[in-house]
């Protein structure tokens, strides 16, 4: 093998090994975006249940609920309907 034809075959794995890293780092990427973002939506579910809880726990206080029912309707504890 000459000389000229190592030094290709060199140049070739070391671009083959530089894409190989690409697309195992892009995968990684890829996979942690889509992990973080159903996560995001998780909360977001979370926290908008919590907050609608909290808008009937404030009509239900408005129509004179007690504040005993109040929290067995919701699930709410009484600091947050306070």
Not at 15 to 27: D, E, I, P, T, V
Not at 52 to 79: V, Y
């Amino acid at each position: 093998m000459s000389r000229h034809s190592a030094h290709n075959l060199d140049k070739t794995r070391q671009r083959q090994m530089r894409l190989m890293n690409y697309w195992s780092n892009k995968a990684a990427l890829d996979t942690a975006f889509a992990e973080g973002k159903k996560e995001g939506i998780i909360e977001g579910i979370v926290l908008g249940e919590r907050q609608a809880k909290r808008e009937i726990a404030k009509q239900l206080k408005i129509q004179g609920f007690t504040l005993e029912l109040i929290t067995q309707i919701t699930g709410l504890s009484q600091a947050d309907i306070d």
